[in-house]
């Protein structure tokens, strides 16, 4: 969405908010957090969710970034994560929009969900949002992969991806973000080096519902260390 942490901020400063026809997005005004020393972070450390393959190359850019921030930050560690099954959060996700999606969908194969059926799958996603936020109670920022590969060759939706030499489900590629986009927490995701082949690899912070304009000056800090934007060799 952009390639520097400022431009993405004013992106923000453009397009979040209230707009007058989405009446669920509650009429608050934008803050802008003031600047964050690295010195005050808790940063928590996850190389993957349990259940969710990540490639070792990922997993060891995460380690490393870790490493690097330790001595700069108040305190970087690999934290108890949620009691959540990851993959049923994934599960749950995907039921979720699928109701919404069949709510107002001509010709849908399956019939809409029931009332009770859409509560209950709201309830479910509250436990979830209430879990992770007791989590940010304690940590400033969250620090994962942003995908289980680096970029792929073009294939069919569908298709198995090779992750270190095993097949892995082609829709488990975007999971380590997708448990987010469920429960609504903001995530940003910086450039940080590249793998083998060349290819980059991002790196994932996480943050606190609500806490976007926070997660953006968290980024800002944190831009230094991880590298800015850097065009692949032949581009």
């Known amino acids: 969405m952009a390639r520097t942490v400022q431009d993405l901020a004013l992106l923000y400063s453009l397009i979040a908010g209230p707009d007058g026809?989405?009446?669920?997005?509650?009429?608050?005004?934008l803050g802008q957090a003031a600047a964050i020393?690295?010195?005050?972070?808790?940063?928590?450390?996850?190389?993957?969710?349990?259940?969710?393959?990540?490639?070792?190359?990922i997993r060891a850019a995460v380690a490393q970034l870790a490493t690097t921030?330790?001595?700069?930050?108040?305190?970087?560690?690999?934290?108890?994560?949620?009691?959540l099954d990851f993959n049923q959060e994934l599960a749950s996700g995907g039921a979720l929009v699928g109701m919404m999606i069949g709510a107002v969908q001509p010709g849908a194969q399956e019939p809409?969900?029931?009332?009770?059926?859409?509560?209950?799958a709201l309830d479910r996603r509250d436990q979830s949002?209430?879990?992770?936020?007791q989590f940010f109670d304690r940590w400033d920022v969250l620090l994962c992969p942003a995908s289980m590969t680096t970029a792929f060759p073009h294939c069919n939706p569908g298709s198995p991806l090779p992750v270190d030499g095993k097949e892995v489900s082609y829709w488990t590629v975007a999971a380590h973000g997708a448990l987010f986009n469920y429960t609504g927490h903001?995530?940003?995701?910086?450039?940080?080096?590249?793998?083998?082949?060349g290819l980059p690899i991002g790196i994932?912070?996480?943050?606190?519902?609500?806490?976007?304009?926070?997660?953006?000056?968290?980024?800002?800090?944190?831009?230094?260390?991880?590298?800015?934007?850097?065009?692949?060799?032949?581009?």
Do not use: N
Not at 42 to 47: D, G, L
Not at 69 to 78: T, Y
Not at 112 to 120: D, G, I, K, N, S
Not at 186 to 197: F, G, H, K, S
């Open 21 to 29: 026809r989405d009446t669920e997005v509650p009429p608050v005004p």
């Open 204 to 235: 994932q912070l996480v943050g606190k519902r609500w806490g976007e304009s926070r997660l953006l000056a968290v980024a800002e800090a944190l831009a230094p260390v991880t590298g800015g934007f850097r065009r692949p060799p032949g581009y």
């Open 112 to 120: 809409p969900a029931t009332l009770v059926q859409y509560l209950e």
């Open 186 to 197: 903001p995530a940003v995701v910086l450039p940080y080096t590249l793998d083998r082949a």
């Open 37 to 57: 020393e690295l010195r005050d972070l808790r940063i928590a450390v996850a190389p993957t969710f349990p259940g969710i393959p990540v490639a070792a190359e």
């Open 129 to 133: 949002i209430i879990a992770w936020e």
């Open 69 to 83: 921030l330790s001595p700069l930050c108040r305190v970087v560690e690999e934290a108890a994560l949620p009691s």
